[in-house]
């Protein structure tokens, strides 16, 4: 009866943990917790990105610093070509280029939409029909630039999208190269209230993320003209930002 008693007693002593202290966790569980720990930082530094991206959007509208030898615009809403149009008038820059223009906006189109301003329109403006996205309004900018010999250039883009075309043409041109920022602010649009409205939300999402894209890509390339992004982003189709001699 003793030598039971002894038995039983040496197998719970050796197949039980001692009292008061934990069993090892076992490997997945480690992994587990890895992982989640690994997705909470994640998410909390992807939030705190966000927001700090949106608190780096312009609120208001406001003339450039500095003059610039050169103006682009890229499109994407009337008020920005018009904008870009009152910058040339106002000696901002001596000659604008309209990067990404539909083919199907003639510039007669456009000097309809800007009255009183044909005379700049003639003489003063160039039109890109060739950029598909922001990667392609950057090449043109640089390709114009060099063919004029301009080394400023003022840019004029919605205030959301600023951020990422300055990632794109800081990647493109030289660093010698100056870029004047000019963002455009769109009625009914306030970053700062972004949260009660979906459509405002889903606007900064979806730049926040493509602004982080282009950030961590333009890391690794060396020059935008053979980027593979572009082609992607072209949906696979012939890269025509590249391709052609600039249509004036």
């Not at 690994?38 to 990105?49: D, E, P, S, V």
């Not at 003063?124 to 063919?147: F, H, K, P, Q, S």
């Not at 890509?217 to 082609?231: C, G, K, V, Y």
Request: hydrophobic share 45%; net charge positive.
């Amino acid at each position: 009866m003793k030598a039971r008693n002894a038995d039983v007693v040496g197998w719970s002593w050796a197949g039980s943990a001692p009292a008061g202290r934990p069993p090892p966790p076992r490997p997945w569980r480690r992994l587990a917790v890895v992982l989640v720990s690994l997705g909470l930082a994640g998410a909390a530094g992807l939030g705190i990105g966000f927001l700090a991206f949106v608190a780096g959007v312009a609120r208001t509208e406001r003339q450039p610093m500095a003059r610039a030898d050169a103006i682009v615009a890229l499109t994407g809403g009337a008020q920005r070509i018009g904008d870009a149009i009152d910058l040339l008038a106002a000696g901002y820059g001596r000659r604008l280029l309209i990067t990404g223009v539909n083919e199907r906006t003639s510039r007669e189109e456009i000097a309809r939409l800007n009255p009183g301003q044909q005379h700049l329109i003639a003489c003063c403006v160039d039109l890109d029909y060739r950029a598909r996205n922001t990667i392609g309004n950057a090449i043109e900018t640089r390709r114009w630039m060099r063919e004029h010999g301009f080394r400023t250039v003022a840019v004029v883009t919605s205030n959301y999208h600023m951020p990422r075309t300055l990632v794109e043409l800081d990647h493109a041109l030289a660093e010698s190269d100056r870029v004047v920022p000019h963002p455009v602010v769109h009625d009914g649009f306030d970053p700062d209230t972004w949260w009660r409205h979906p459509s405002s939300a889903r606007l900064l999402a979806s730049e926040y993320v493509k602004f982080l894209v282009a950030w961590v890509r333009t890391r690794f390339e060396s020059d935008p003209e053979s980027s593979r992004a572009a082609i992607l982003m072209s949906r696979g189709r012939p890269v025509k930002v590249v391709a052609e001699p600039l249509m004036r």
